[in-house]
């Protein structure tokens, strides 16, 4: 049985004092629960304060990107034992807006994944199509290519130290969901790829999450499909209300 994951992608959101006031309320409302990982991923400049804020609780903490080089002449990266340094765990990996604003390629993901893993941190993998690719008919190229190549020469035991998530980038920001079929659907090709990557054990245990739009109003149905293992949220993430309501969700 995988252990459901949510986590929270703040984005471009929150100062020092904010993310701090906004932790110190998850850690109060979600104390106890044990049934789901609860991640939260600040902007870099909060992320000593948060995960020093959460430390002992059972919330951790994770960056929103990461270099893969460990060192060096690279203005306004961060490595990954940076990263650790602040006592964060999780480290997000290809989001689609990287991918879109930043020129993030699968090339640059599957290196950074790799530092990531060398460091001991769990990479939040993200992959996704945009709105032409899905109505072109190409949705299933497109993850095959980005899942393929993001994943290249990963052992099996680093494969199931990741998490994968599933974000249909023309969901993301926009109020639009994938019903929960489309989502179950897209996620069960996902793990079809990765068991003909590495194999049905890997493909069984790896935990894949679903991003684009996830609220309070959706997200039990969407966690209901046997093939959703969590939900990777953006704006339903910045109010302590309906993140925990999310981590909450009725089972």
């Known amino acids: ?10 984005k471009l959101h929150k100062n020092i004092t904010e993310a701090k006031e906004l932790v110190e309320k998850l850690k109060n409302d979600l104390t106890g629960i044990d049934d789901v990982d609860i991640v939260v991923c600040p902007c870099f400049t909060a992320l000593w304060e948060v995960a020093k804020t959460l430390s002992g609780s059972n919330i951790a903490s994770g960056a929103q990107n990461m270099f893969w080089e460990p060192k ?57 199509e945009v709105l032409a690719e899905r109505e072109e008919g190409r949705m299933q190229e497109v993850l095959k290519v980005q899942v393929t190549e993001s994943l290249a020469g990963l052992t099996k035991e680093e494969m199931v130290k990741c998490v994968i998530a599933y974000e249909p980038v023309w969901a993301i920001g926009t109020g639009k969901t994938a ?73």
């Open 1 to 10: 049985m995988r252990k459901p994951i949510i986590a929270g992608n703040w």
């Open 72 to 128: 060096g002449a690279f203005t306004g990266e961060i490595s990954a034992s940076q990263i650790k340094d602040t006592g964060a765990t999780y480290v997000i990996i290809g989001h689609s807006e990287r991918r879109q604003y930043f020129g993030e390629t699968n090339e640059t993901v599957n290196k950074k994944i790799k530092a990531a893993l060398a460091e001991g941190l769990t990479p939040i993998v993200c992959v996704g």
């Open 179 to 251: 019903t929960p079929d489309q989502a179950q659907d897209v996620h069960q090709y996902i793990r079809s790829l990765i068991g003909d990557m590495f194999d049905k054990s890997v493909s069984d245990s790896i935990r894949i999450q679903y991003g684009g739009s996830v609220k309070p109003s959706n997200v039990s149905e969407l966690m209901a499909k046997d093939s959703i293992d969590g939900a990777l949220v953006g704006g339903a993430s910045l109010e302590a209300d309906s993140f925990v309501q999310l981590v909450k969700y009725e089972k």
